[in-house]
């Protein structure tokens, strides 16, 4: 049988590696409640990220839902952020009560546009949620000169920025708080799991309290909390693969430059470029097909790749004000950008392991007029 080529496959250490990190849980007997492993990774994040302070949690969303509520922001606040995104940034500030408000994107990076976020800003303007996509990185400059001006917070969705820097320094120093997923998918991950960094000392104590219940100490109960807590088997899989990460950076970028040489100035095909002033992790290979000029849209592309067994994704597609869930709220026709872009967008397989000569058979196929 023809082999299966999926848009990502997981990042792992050796199986000796992961049984050398796991014994000392078995000589311990201490699972979770952060234990020895999880202390470990949160060091060594730290240091590899070049940030100041750093919370674990079970996965990225349960991270983001905990940094929106450690602001205790009035109930039916508005969150200014996109609707370009996975379902995770927009539930997060639902389910704390607060109100998405969404702003179009940009079509060089498919960013937050932010020329568009002040229209948006009103009396119950809370924060700003704006995302990081792809491992393309918002207009944090501005952003922080629009927030400082309305007293806004700036919470980030870094999901797919683990290890990007921006004019030299961690992308998770911008804004308020960024949080990371960690995710199986996710360019560096702990199975499943997710990481809020944030440079004020003083957040740490509701940080940590959230995702533990709210317990303060054996006899006290100070806050409605949550169970978020990280592992000992996921922190042990991260120490790991923080090992390997810039291997896996490297051979990730082989892959996005070969896709480049063949896909980059094809009519009707947009890839996205580099940005200025960024150490890119290349965690997705997005393309835009425009079927006037390219003769097949995503669609068509999709379905070609997958009779060859290559599987590729709509990412992100549908737009978030056009679920189910959200879009008798919403019209997604208000932020056209991330409509079209959302309609013809295909993100094609990029994971470490992938070979030249399975991009080569994956982008013949896409060429194939
Ligand atoms: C993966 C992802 C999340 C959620 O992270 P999990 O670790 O899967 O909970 C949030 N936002 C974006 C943009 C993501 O890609």
Not at 268 to 273: A, H, N
């Amino acid at each position: 049988m023809q082999k299966k080529i999926l848009v990502t496959q997981s990042s792992m250490p050796s199986l000796e590696e992961y049984i050398e990190e796991i014994k000392p849980i078995f000589e311990s007997k201490w699972l979770t409640n952060m234990g020895e492993k999880h202390k470990e990774l949160e060091k060594n994040l730290k240091e590899y990220l070049g940030v100041k302070n750093i919370s674990l949690y079970t996965n990225g969303h349960m991270a983001l839902y905990i940094a929106i509520k450690s602001f205790d922001f009035p109930g039916g606040s508005e969150i200014i952020t996109t609707p370009y995104s996975f379902s995770s940034t927009t539930h997060a500030i639902v389910q704390n009560n607060l109100k998405p408000v969404f702003c179009d994107i940009n079509e060089k990076d498919y960013t937050i546009d932010v020329s568009k976020i002040e229209s948006l800003i009103t009396d119950k303007t809370v924060a700003i949620l704006p995302v990081h996509v792809y491992g393309h990185v918002c207009d944090v400059e501005k952003i922080d000169e629009i927030a400082k001006k309305h007293n806004l917070k700036v919470i980030y969705d870094a999901a797919h920025v683990f290890g990007v820097k921006y004019k030299g320094t961690s992308i998770a120093n911008y804004g308020d708080i960024s949080m990371f997923s960690f995710h199986a998918t996710k360019v560096f991950n702990t199975i499943e799991g997710g990481a809020l960094v944030y440079n004020d000392d003083n957040k740490r104590l509701i940080l940590e309290r959230l995702k533990n219940f709210g317990i303060n100490g054996p006899d006290h109960v100070d806050t409605v909390g949550t169970n978020a807590k990280m592992n000992e088997f996921c922190a042990a899989m991260g120490i790991c693969n923080l090992r390997h990460i810039d291997d896996e950076i490297k051979k990730r970028e082989k892959v996005y430059n070969r896709y480049l040489e063949r896909l980059d100035g094809i009519d009707g095909i947009t890839v996205s470029k580099l940005q200025d002033n960024i150490i890119s992790n290349f965690a997705y290979f997005p393309v835009i097909f425009d079927k006037e000029k390219f003769g097949k849209n995503r669609n068509e592309v999709m379905e070609e790749l997958k009779k060859e067994n290559i599987y590729t994704r709509k990412y992100f597609y549908p737009l978030i004000n056009d679920y189910e869930c959200y879009r008798d709220k919403y019209d997604s026709n208000e932020t056209p950008i991330a409509k079209r872009i959302s309609d013809n967008v295909l993100t094609i397989p990029m994971y470490a392991d992938l070979s030249i000569e399975d991009v080569d058979k994956i982008c013949d196929i896409i060429l194939k007029k």
